[in-house]
């Protein structure tokens, strides 16, 4: 399976904005479709946003449209996410999570993927 580590995680004022990067390796990176979850302690595990295999595909959660972006670089082997307008209610842990695209098409449900990240951690500050 690929293996995926997250970076780019870090304390933010509300209102700022971050870039995540997910990297990885050992697999080939576009037979995956890529997807961001993010969990803060307490609550349930929350989808943010996923792309499909060649980027052509985009889904939101409701509370990240209009202010998170979803990409990747297949020649860089890397999905990102780019959040902008962050607010306190952002602050969780983050998670990129692949899913195989012969498994399906892009999901909204953690089961679906395959391949997790270690997580990184995003605090926004009020």
């Known amino acids: 399976q690929v293996q995926l580590v997250e970076s780019g995680g870090g304390l933010v004022q509300a209102g700022g904005s971050l870039r995540l990067s997910c990297a990885a390796s050992?697999?080939?990176?576009?037979?995956?479709?890529m997807g961001w979850f993010r969990q803060a302690p307490g609550k349930e595990r929350e989808f943010v946003d996923a792309?499909?295999?060649?980027?052509?595909?985009?889904i939101y959660g409701d509370s990240m449209k209009g202010r998170f972006i979803i990409s990747r670089d297949n020649a860089k082997n890397t999905a990102y996410l780019q959040m902008n307008s962050l607010k306190p209610e952002d602050t969780a842990k983050y998670y990129c999570?692949?899913?195989?695209?012969?498994?399906?098409?892009?999901?909204?449900?953690?089961?679906?993927?395959?391949?997790w990240g270690q997580g990184t951690q995003v605090t926004v500050s009020s």
């Open positions: 999570a692949a899913r195989n695209r012969r498994d399906g098409g892009l999901s909204m449900s953690g089961s679906a993927y395959t391949s």
């Open positions: 050992g697999g080939i990176f576009s037979n995956y479709h």
């Open positions: 792309i499909s295999w060649s980027g052509g595909n985009t």
